[in-house]
């Protein structure tokens, strides 16, 4: 049972680090997106 | 049902077991192994044709009348037993089998690999192990998808049938391929009939995709889930055509059907590499291993479609290259997905929804590597936009503004799932109070925040 919960734990961090990541990258895109306007 | 019944068994047979022991511990004095154990069929602890409740009287009421204690012994621990017993026993039957698959697909590729990369033999004997080896592998998907098929009883079999044919096509081109190859002794032609395989392959691969049980119930999710798909598009297509798309659009002549032909190939890559990411998110538990192969094959063949275009417009492939591995790679996946896939028998009814949101797994939650391979293009996506911005490069007018939907679509996607979890909120799943009941079990495992945590709502 122990390990189930500490299984559900990493599973729930790996996803909340992806979830982060992808936000922060994005934003970091839309500011280079914005700065750089296509030729 | 049977647990159920069989729990029912035991709290009318726990009246009887406290005022008539058990044979052994009334003999021995003794409790073994907890003062309770199965006498056998046939057999009462009051002796033989004797119920505890008197003559022609059981526990379980005046319509099972002649059932013995001995009887409700035996279905309450040999039942389960058996049961389980057999089901283990058709687990590490298909484990073995999906063992033995794998190390036949990796031993093979390897060989493969090996053979082309050592170029045993020389130029000649090497092209022609090459396109025999693809015919065969693909000959082998199409002939292990055909077995799955016929081993199927549900819906499952349409999608089996309809990658067999897949499958078929990719041999027709690939024997076409070897009769240019060792027969006429020519190069192929681009365009050629080996295309018409080729490309007549893809859009029954994808209708074996649309026509998979987990679309179905993909097709009755909410707008989420639609979002998530558009997002996973447009991130596929962003990739594909940052690296191989756009840079052969923008360098080839247009006018000749084998340029149309050359990009048809990463183009329908795309198209499967996206059906079999949206299929293997709600997909069935039973079914995962099969779409994972699947997936590894589309993966892998999507690769070599991209390397192939890529050399044949750089003017340097031929048979016998290093990139060919990737589709004999390809087969041998889809090949071992049919291969490892359960048969489920005739006769056997429909599936509840119940039933089968059950066979996802937690209901209303994704499994962590459904999730990540959800994510993985799109961040993928994300940051190659950065990294190209880095470089230096300025982005041509469409990939600029594939890159800002691609952008403000996860921005708008992250911004959907943070306020389905925010705190106070229900989550989605959780409004309708069957959905409440079914996960209130599992509430405090889910991970409330997930952009992709949440699958698509059951009918």
New interface residues.
């Given amino acids: 049972m122990r390990s189930l919960?500490s299984a559900?734990r990493a599973?729930?961090f790996?996803?909340?680090m992806?979830?982060a990541?992808?936000?922060v990258?994005?934003?970091?895109?839309?500011y280079?997106?914005g700065s750089?306007?296509?030729? | 049902m049977l647990r159920r019944d069989q729990s029912e068994l035991k709290e009318r047979a726990e009246p009887l077991r406290r005022t008539h022991p058990p044979i052994g511990a009334m003999t021995s004095g003794k409790r073994l192994g907890g003062g309770y154990r199965p006498l056998g069929p046939g057999r009462s602890a009051l002796g033989p044709g004797r119920s505890a409740l008197g003559p022609g009287r059981s526990a379980l009421g005046p319509r099972g009348g002649s059932c013995r204690i001995g009887l409700i012994a035996t279905l309450t621990t040999d039942a389960p037993n058996k049961s389980l017993d057999r089901t283990s026993a058709v687990e590490s039957r298909l484990s073995q089998r999906r063992l033995a698959g794998a190390v036949g697909a990796i031993a093979f590729s390897g060989f493969f690999a090996l053979w082309l990369g050592l170029r045993i033999g020389g130029t000649e004997p090497v092209r022609d192990f090459d396109d025999i080896a693809t015919a065969l592998a693909a000959l082998a998907a199409a002939l292990s998808c055909m077995r799955a098929a016929i081993r199927q009883h549900d819906r499952s079999r349409r999608f089996w049938s309809l990658l067999a044919m897949a499958c078929g096509a990719w041999t027709f081109a690939e024997v076409v391929w070897a009769v240019y190859d060792i027969v006429l002794r020519v190069p192929v032609p681009v365009p050629s009939w080996a295309d018409l395989g080729y490309l007549g392959a893809i859009p029954l691969a994808a209708a074996a995709l649309l026509s998979h049980p987990a679309v179905r119930r993909a097709r009755q999710a909410r707008a989420r889930a639609s979002l998530d798909a558009v997002l996973l598009a447009t991130a596929l297509l962003f990739i594909s055509w940052s690296f191989v798309l756009g840079p052969l659009w923008r360098h080839s002549d247009l006018g000749s059907l084998g340029c149309v032909v050359a990009i048809a190939y990463p183009f329908g890559d795309i198209v499967m590499l996206f059906l079999v990411v949206t299929v293997i998110r709600p997909v069935r538990v039973a079914d995962r291993f099969g779409m994972w192969c699947v997936l590894a094959g589309i993966v892998a063949m999507a690769i070599s479609d991209s390397t192939y275009t890529g050399l044949v417009e750089a003017g340097k492939y031929s048979s016998g290259d290093m990139v060919d591995v990737g589709w004999v790679v390809a087969y041998l996946c889809l090949a071992l997905g049919a291969f490892g896939t359960g048969g489920t028998p005739a006769g056997r009814p429909a599936r509840r929804p119940s039933q089968a949101r059950q066979a996802t797994g937690a209901p209303g939650v994704m499994p962590l590597s459904s999730t990540v391979a959800s994510f993985v293009p799109i961040l993928a996506a994300l940051v190659s936009v950065a990294v190209e911005h880095a470089l230096g490069r300025k982005l041509p007018p469409f990939d600029w503004a594939l890159a800002l939907a691609l952008t403000l679509l996860a921005l708008a996607r992250q911004g959907l799932g943070l306020w389905d979890g925010w705190p106070g909120r229900p989550p989605a799943t959780s409004r309708s109070p069957a959905a409440s009941r079914s996960t209130a079990g599992s509430r405090s495992t889910a991970p409330s925040l997930s952009p992709f945590g949440k699958g698509p709502a059951e009918p």
Avoid: E, Q
């Fill in positions: 919960r559900n599973s729930n790996i996803v909340m992806l979830m990541a992808t936000t990258v994005a934003f970091l895109d839309l280079l997106l750089g306007l296509p030729r």
